[in-house]
């Protein structure tokens, strides 16, 4: 395990930014660069980068940006397991929240400014999201991440996420802020969903407590042809196994016990659609 310099770093900071990488040289500079365009709101991060067993220049920029970024670097051998890495990395965290960022994502200016004010007033909330830009491989915008919650301002139950929720997975990467003792008390990530992963863990974070939901778009996720919906395109039966996994793991539990029936019929169209949208996109026969 490897620190590098971390100027200003806080003993107790506000967030713990975890980021995965694996040979991410043409992107991570872009994502550490959305990191700092938060200002003095870096001063109350600590970002722990999770390194895979880079072979290009990852390394490089991780110890470039780590000069003026409060980076905490943790390398590994080559898993091929992210989600495995990010509960390495999240077991490392010590800050009262905790967000994911991948290489190939980003922040916009002003994102934890506003979602430090946003949990200001509801601190005990579960977690903290808001939409988010796609964007493409030069970061061109290609439209919006949308996430079908009420914009009142007020906190979300249990229910009125989860019900959304099973649905249709509305919770891109970057968005979230989650409170760091429950995400260790529901266990972090499921290992052995590999595209799964994040839709489990944003189910099992909304059940134990309320949402908070800002409209403002704060993130971009990058849609690129080496990204993990593309992989997962590639291997289709095993990407339905885990959506339905995941669906079946939640809809018994007691929150999903209680949803109309309605409900399930919706989510398992949902699967369908989105491993027909998949299929369509890496030329797979037409059904």
């Known amino acids: 395990m490897t620190d590098v310099a971390t100027p200003g ?16 040289g ?11 365009s ?27 940006f780590g000069r003026r970024l409060p980076i905490r670097l943790l390398s590994s051998e080559r898993t091929g ?12 965290a010590s800050g009262r929240y905790i967000g994911f960022l991948h290489q190939d994502d980003a922040w916009l ?11 200001a007033k509801n601190p005990g909330a579960a977690m903290a999201l808001h939409p988010v830009w ?29 019900e959304r929720l099973l649905v249709q997975n509305f919770v891109a990467l970057p968005a979230p802020v989650v409170n760091r003792r429950l995400a260790r008390e529901v266990g972090g990530l499921d290992e052995r969903l590999w595209y799964s992963a994040d839709w489990d863990f944003w189910l099992k974070i909304a059940a134990r407590g309320e ?30 196994r885990q959506l339905e996994e995941v669906l079946h793991r939640h809809w018994g539990s007691a929150e999903g016990a209680s949803l109309a029936p309605s409900v399930l019929r919706a989510a398992n169209l949902s699967i369908d659609l989105n491993c027909l949208l998949a299929g369509r996109g890496r030329g797979w026969p037409r059904v």
């Open 9 to 24: 770093r806080t003993s107790e900071p506000w967030l713990s930014v975890v980021v995965p990488t694996y040979n991410g």
């Open 26 to 36: 043409r992107y991570l500079a872009r994502a550490f660069a959305g990191i700092e």
């Open 38 to 64: 938060q200002g003095r709101a870096c001063d109350d991060l600590e970002i722990l980068v999770i390194d895979d067993g880079s072979t290009d220049s990852t390394l490089d920029i991780v110890r470039r």
């Open 81 to 92: 397991n992210w989600v495995a890495n990010t509960n390495r990395a999240l077991s490392e």
């Open 109 to 119: 200016p002003g994102r934890i400014t506003a979602l430090k004010s946003l949990l």
């Open 134 to 162: 796609f964007i493409d491989e030069s970061g061109w915008r290609l439209g919006r991440w949308r996430c079908p919650l009420p914009e009142g301002g007020k906190p979300l139950p249990p229910a009125c996420v989860i």
């Open 211 to 240: 949402t908070l939901y800002s409209p403002l778009l704060l993130a971009c996720f990058r849609v690129h042809g080496r990204s993990q919906t593309v992989a997962a395109a590639a291997r289709p039966a095993e990407m339905r």
